[in-house]
C-alpha cells in the first residue's frame, strides 16, 4: 500500500461537472480486496458511466469483471470513503491468446467521484498506482482507451497517444504507457562495454567482436571465460560455483564447441567459505563431464568467482554473423522453476537435469546451423537478441507470442532474466537437425535494417524495447 498525498491541484476534470471539493488531507491508492471494495467500486462506475455520463444503459459491467486476473485499485480517505477506482487487467482483445499472459495489460473504467475531481488529484493518482502495478506484475507493454477530454490528463504523465476512435458514440483515444524494463537492465549490464574495450578491439578474431568466447588464433580451440556477481558468490556459494561452469559452458555452446575443460579463479575470505564454492564447482564439473585442470585459489579476500572454459570445434559460429531477412530463433530449455530466493531474475532449468541431458545441450547449436547464435545471459532474452543484432549490423523484430516461455513466469520477467539455457540464433532457412527432446525451439521473428529491438504484439503494434545499440560496440 502506498500513501499518495493530494497536495497538488489536478486541474483536468474526469467527467461532468464538478461540486466543491471535501475538505480532507489526504488519501491512499489501495488494491479492492473484499466483496465490499468491488461493490463500492462498480457502484461507483455505475453512477460515473451509467446514469452520470450515459454511456451505458442500465450496467457497464463486461468480461474483464469476471476475469480473475483482473486487479481494482481505489482511493480512499482514511475514514475509508471510496473517491475514485480504476481497474488493470491482461488484454481483453481478439488477438490475445486466452490462455497465456503475455505482458501486454490494459487499464480500464477509471470513475472519480463528482466531490473529488476538484483538488485532490485522485485521477492522477490512480493512474500513477496503475502504472506502477502494471508493471510489477511484469507487463512489457500498459495501454488505455480513455475518453478525448481526458487525454491531457494522461499526456501530463507521461502516457503517448497512439491512435483516436469511436467507442459509446464519443470520441476516444488510445494511450500507451512507456515501459522502458528492457531499455534499464541493458543499460546497466552492458551499455558501459562499447567505450571501455574499444582499446582490446584489435586483438579480437575477425567476426567475434562482443561474443564472451573467441577462437584462439591458429587452433580448433574457442575460449570463454565468465566471472559470477560477488553478490552472488557471498550469499550463495554452491549455486555460484554452479553457475560459473553453466554459463561457461552456454558460452561455448553458443559457439558450436565441444567443451573440453575448465580453469577457475575462486577468492574467498577463509577456507571454509572456499570449499563451499568449491563443492560447486565440483558438482557441477561432474554432472557436465568436463575437468577442472588447473586454476586460483586466493584466502582473506572479498568473494569473487570467474571461469574459463576452452572446447573444440574447426567451424565457431560467431554471435553477429546474420543479416537483415533471416529469422530468428529461441531454442530453450523450459524445465525446471525459479531458483529459491531469486524468483524473477534466475531460472533453473540445470540442477535437475541428468548428465547425459546437460551434455546434449552442447549439440543444440551445432543442429540449428545457425549463422549467428549468442547464449542468453545477464541482458536477458530480449537484450541479447539486441547484442545479436547489432553484432550483425541489424535491428531485431520479436514476436511475442511465439517466444518459447514457461508457464510459471510472466512474460517480464522472462524475457529479462537468466533463463538457465537458452539461445538466440538467426538463420536462412528452418533446416537444422534434431535437438534434444526436452528442449522448446521456435521461430519468433526476424532480423530488419536498422538498430535495436522492436516488440511485435498479436495485434500488430510494435513497442520499442531497446531504442539503439545494446553494448556500443558496433557490427562484429
Known amino acids: 500500500m502506498s500513501r499518495l498525498r493530494a497536495d497538488l491541484v489536478d486541474d483536468v476534470v474526469l467527467a461532468g461537472h464538478s461540486r466543491s471539493a471535501p475538505s480532507l488531507e489526504g488519501f491512499v491508492v489501495v488494491r479492492a480486496e473484499s466483496p465490499a471494495d468491488l461493490a463500492a467500486y462498480r457502484a461507483l ?52 491468446p486466452a490462455d497465456r499472459d503475455l505482458g501486454w495489460w490494459q487499464g480500464s473504467r477509471l470513475a472519480v467521484a463528482r466531490d473529488a475531481r476538484l483538488l485532490l488529484g485522485v485521477g492522477a493518482a490512480l493512474v500513477r498506482a496503475a502504472c506502477a502495478t502494471a508493471e510489477a506484475q511484469g507487463a512489457l507493454r500498459f495501454e488505455a482507451t480513455v475518453q478525448a477530454q481526458n487525454e491531457r490528463l494522461f499526456r501530463r504523465l507521461g502516457w503517448v497517444p497512439r491512435e483516436r476512435t469511436h467507442l459509446h458514440g464519443r470520441p476516444h483515444v488510445v494511450l500507451d504507457w512507456p515501459i522502458a524494463r528492457v531499455q534499464r537492465l541493458v543499460d546497466a549490464t552492458k551499455a558501459a562495454l562499447g567505450g571501455l574495450l574499444e582499446p582490446l578491439a584489435h586483438g579480437v578474431p575477425a567476426g567475434f567482436l562482443g561474443d564472451d568466447g573467441a577462437p584462439v588464433p591458429g587452433s580448433d580451440l574457442v575460449a570463454a571465460c565468465d566471472a559470477i556477481l560477488p553478490s552472488l558468490v557471498e550469499r550463495d556459494p554452491e549455486w555460484a560455483g554452479w553457475c560459473a561452469v553453466l554459463v561457461n559452458l552456454n558460452d561455448l555452446s553458443a559457439m558450436g564447441a565441444t567443451p573440453v575443460a575448465l580453469l577457475d579463479a575462486v577468492g574467498a575470505r577463509d577456507r571454509s567459505f572456499a570449499r563451499r564454492v568449491l563443492r560447486g564447482l565440483t558438482e557441477a564439473s561432474q554432472a557436465w563431464g568436463v575437468p577442472v585442470i588447473g586454476g586460483h585459489t586466493q584466502l582473506g579476500v572479498p568473494a569473487a568467482l570467474s571461469v574459463t572454459a576452452l572446447g573444440r570445434t574447426s567451424h565457431p559460429v560467431p554471435g553477429g554473423g546474420a543479416a537483415p531477412g533471416e529469422s530468428l530463433r529461441v531454442t530453450a530449455d523450459l524445465g525446471g522453476g525459479w531458483r529459491p530466493r531469486y524468483t524473477g531474475a534466475q531460472w533453473d532449468s540445470s540442477s535437475h537435469r541428468t548428465g547425459e541431458e546437460l551434455r546434449a545441450l552442447a549439440g543444440v547449436v551445432p543442429a540449428l546451423r545457425p549463422t549467428a547464435a549468442k547464449d542468453v545471459s545477464m541482458s536477458g532474452l530480449v537484450g541479447t537478441t539486441g547484442m545479436l543484432a547489432e553484432a550483425s549490423g541489424c535491428r531485431a523484430v520479436l514476436d511475442v507470442a511465439a517466444v518459447p516461455a514457461p508457464t510459471g513466469a510472466t512474460a517480464g520477467d522472462w524475457l529479462t532474466c537468466f533463463p538457465g539455457f537458452a539461445m538466440v540464433s538467426a538463420e536462412r532457412s528452418a533446416a537444422r537437425a534434431p535437438l534434444p527432446a526436452f528442449t522448446t525451439s521456435s521461430v519468433c521473428g526476424e532480423l530488419t535494417t536498422g538498430a535495436g529491438v522492436g516488440l511485435r504484439w498479436p495485434d500488430g503494434v510494435v513497442t520499442e524495447a531497446v531504442t539503439s545499440t545494446v553494448t556500443g560496440m558496433g557490427p562484429s
Open 45 to 96: 462506475r455505475r453512477e460515473v458511466f451509467v446514469h452520470e455520463q450515459g454511456l451505458f444503459t442500465g450496467s457497464d459491467l463486461d468480461d474483464v469483471d469476471d476475469d480473475p486476473r483482473t486487479l481494482v485499485l481505489l482511493a480512499r480517505t482514511p475514514e475509508g470513503e471510496v473517491l475514485g477506482g480504476v481497474r488493470l487487467h491482461p488484454a481483453h482483445h481478439p488477438a490475445a
